[in-house]
């Protein structure tokens, strides 16, 4: 039975938006009259998701006056962090929350239009420990550099001025006890101390894409994503 459940990372501060969206969790951040959220929300929905744990912490509850228990037919679960405990500890509380098995897991401040059903098919077909989705990208530097052998992971590079190459889309599919045999501490970030550390030891296969993708997280593509975005939905 495919998953029907997915967690969405909404912790985020967005500091470097700052000084065009003031005191908003980075989720919230408008596009067209509506948080950026929604639109990440109402594409699981569409994907036939049936529940959603909202991963939250800063101003949180301006999340949950919004979209309350249940938005687009899907159960809205908080898993609200008293402090911060970095995306990995962020995930792993999450998926305490999770029922079944598997989740899909999203970066709450990206949007990668990519087709999730597709995604949790390849997750089946190649039974990884983690599933994540790449894009190919030209000529960049903010981003780091997923190394691939075929499909799968063999690495990460840090960011560095790139002519070309796959970047991590921010969209996986995990197994619930994916964190269960691994020492980690109550804070740790998920790319840098469990992707990056232990690639060798996890098996992390790759769907690849060039679905449209933007990251809202700086205000240039903010601003880009309020343009394209509706749009992109629309059609």
Request: glycine share 8%; hydrophobic share 40%.
């Amino acid at each position: 039975m495919n998953p029907n459940e997915a967690i969405i990372l909404a912790g985020g501060m967005g500091t470097r938006l700052k000084s065009i969206v003031s005191d908003l969790p980075k989720p919230m951040a408008p596009i067209d009259d509506k948080p950026f959220l929604e639109y990440m929300l109402s594409v699981l929905s569409a994907a036939n998701i049936t529940h959603v744990v909202l991963s939250v912490g800063y101003k949180y509850e301006t999340i949950k006056a919004y979209f309350g228990d249940r938005f687009a037919g899907m159960k809205i679960t908080y898993a609200v962090e008293n402090e911060p405990l970095g995306t990995g500890g962020a995930i792993r509380y999450a998926l305490s929350f999770i029922d079944g098995n598997e989740s899909l897991l999203l970066n709450g401040d990206t949007f990668f239009n990519i087709n999730l059903k597709d995604l949790r098919e390849f997750y089946f077909a190649h039974k990884p420990d983690i599933a994540m989705s790449v894009r190919l990208m030209y000529d960049f530097s903010r981003y780091g550099t997923v190394e691939l052998s075929v499909s799968n992971v063999t690495g990460f590079i840090s960011k560095q001025p790139v002519k070309q190459g796959y970047i991590n889309g921010g969209v996986y599919m995990i197994k619930k006890n994916i964190f269960e045999k691994y020492t980690l501490p109550e804070k740790f970030s998920f790319e840098i101390d469990f992707l990056e550390k232990y690639v060798s030891e996890l098996k992390i296969c790759a769907m690849k894409s060039t679905d449209y993708f933007i990251d809202i997280g700086i205000p240039e593509d903010y601003k880009k994503a309020r343009t394209e975005l509706p749009g992109l939905l629309k059609s």
